[in-house]
């Protein structure tokens, strides 16, 4: 009875020879072509003893650059509008969100004593300018007589002191006339500049004091965004320079820089740029957030797969290249920014040999056997044909 189990051994130790030995034979794969091999071999970062990889001949572009800031927009002017006097409010409030021009009355004050005041200054005035004019005749009297030796010098004298005193008289009371006027003027709280109320107007029978609010008043035409700039960027930036912003909805505003700060926040340490565009429709309101790019002089610039880039020893990202002699050399790269279309970097010759595939596996000095991405059909190889969709289908 013990032969049973000894037969169903061997039966066993058979099929996994077969399936372990014999796998490619028993799924129909005895063979494949040269072509296929090659490729499964780069598909799968091992180039046997040729050491063969892909290379991406590349030729530096110039490309537009930009300072690329994140922001938001600020009201041209922000003014809080407040009474300059006390009373009680006799105007109806004007609802937030309504257009003002520069003059408009927002505020009414009760003028209350104010008009009498002022009238009260100008009847001064008017009898400091007779008694002026009576002390000019005496003087004028005074001065004759003691010329022709008809009245003393102190008769003189003292006509000449009236006259000065009424001069004096007349001063105090067109300065009088003056505060009064400007104090009367003050129970009008009128617009400084075209623009948005922000607030509502203080309300009918408000009682203002002086620096009560009246409205908070905008001026979104020009808007300005505002950016803080690392200090490492400061150098790139300069007033005139021209920037394109870039709204949440998608919409795109084109400015100009016109103020780059020189002093720091002693908090982040990064430098606030404002750039001022139209905004006629004030569509664009204030604190709205904003991507903001500085357009800055063109770059030297290489388009890469991003799978292509890699690390040194050290740690410094780079791509490594088959130089003279099929030689494999390590750049430090500085990576500009990301695109549908690969990676943008600098730090490359104008015109290098890239490997994108089989860098991984490859040091400095060690010789190479480089296979243009041009040569190798699509189709063939997945990890190539992804290198050419990382590049946006142009190689």
Known sequence: MRIFPVITALLVCAALYVLIFQRDALMGRDSESPAAAE??????????DAM?????PS?????????????????????EIRAETSGRIISDPIKAGQSVTAGDILCQIDE???????????????????????AQIDANAATRLNESGFASET??????????????????????IDRAAEELARV??????????????AELGTLMQPGALCATVIDLDPIKFVGFLPEAELARISIGQTATTRLVNGREVDGIVRFV??????QTR???????????????????SADIAIATEGTAAHLVPSSALTLDDQGDLGLRVVAEDNLVAFYPVTLLRDTPDGALVTGLPDQVDIIIVGQEFVSNGRQVVPVSIHDIPTGQNATIDAARSALGGAQ
């Open 261 to 266: 700060a020189r002093s720091a926040d002693p």
């Open 39 to 48: 490729a499964a071999q780069m598909d799968s970062g091992t180039f046997g």
């Open 59 to 79: 030729r530096a572009e110039v490309i537009s650059d930009a300072v690329r800031l994140r922001g938001r927009s600020e009201a041209a002017r922000f003014v």
């Open 155 to 176: 008769r003189a004298a003292s006509a000449s002191a009236s006259l000065s005193s009424a001069e004096a008289a007349l001063r105090s009371a067109e300065a009088a």
């Open 270 to 288: 990064t430098f606030r740029v404002e750039i001022e565009a139209e905004n006629p429709d004030l569509s664009i309101g204030d604190g709205q």
């Open 112 to 134: 209350g004593t104010r008009a009498a005041a002022l009238a009260e200054a100008e009847a001064a005035r008017s009898t400091a300018e007779a008694q002026l004019a009576a």
């Open 188 to 201: 009008e709280i009128r617009a400084p500049f075209n623009g948005l109320l922000e607030s509502d107007t």
């Open 52 to 56: 063969r990889v892909v290379i991406l």
